[in-house]
Nanobody, 124 residues
Framework: QVQLVESGGGLVQAGGSLRLSCAASGHTFSMYCMGWFRQAPGKEREFVAGINWSGSSTYYADSVKGRFTISRDNAKKTVYLQMNSLKPEDTAVYYC?????????????????WGQGTQVTVSS
């Protein structure tokens, strides 16, 4: 069982930066693929970034490539999403998720555990 708690969301101006954190409980954190998803008002939840269990491999949605960076610290049981050059269209609730997979997965139904989400609002 893995419990996930996101933090670090907030209000930022366009062009600014935020770093999201997702703290996990459970002794098997290091075995999980971790992902970040987001859901904007009136839209479906979408994949943002994923990282494999060791942190050696990452994958990004085209919309955030080059601006966002996902990383993890298995000793701290935490995954991060560094978001730079933020745009108003990045406004959404951001969720972290854990998948008991040894590769990066990008679809919602492959993830086993979800956090409660953290709001990110980017003003123009």
């Amino acid at each position: 069982q893995v419990q996930l708690v996101e933090s670090g969301g907030g209000l930022v101006q366009a062009g600014g930066s935020l770093r999201l954190s997702c703290a996990a409980s459970g002794h098997t954190f290091s075995m999980y693929c971790m992902g970040w998803f987001r859901q904007a008002p009136g839209k479906e939840r979408e994949f943002v970034a994923g990282i494999n269990w060791s942190g050696s491999s990452t994958y990004y949605a085209d919309s955030v490539k080059g601006r966002f960076t996902i990383s993890r610290d298995n000793a701290k049981k935490t995954v991060y999403l560094q978001m730079n050059s933020l745009k108003p269209e990045d406004t959404a609730v951001y969720y972290c998720a854990a998948a008991n997979r040894n590769v990066i997965v990008i679809t919602e139904n492959e993830y086993d555990y979800w956090g409660q989400g953290t709001q990110v609002t980017v003003s123009s």
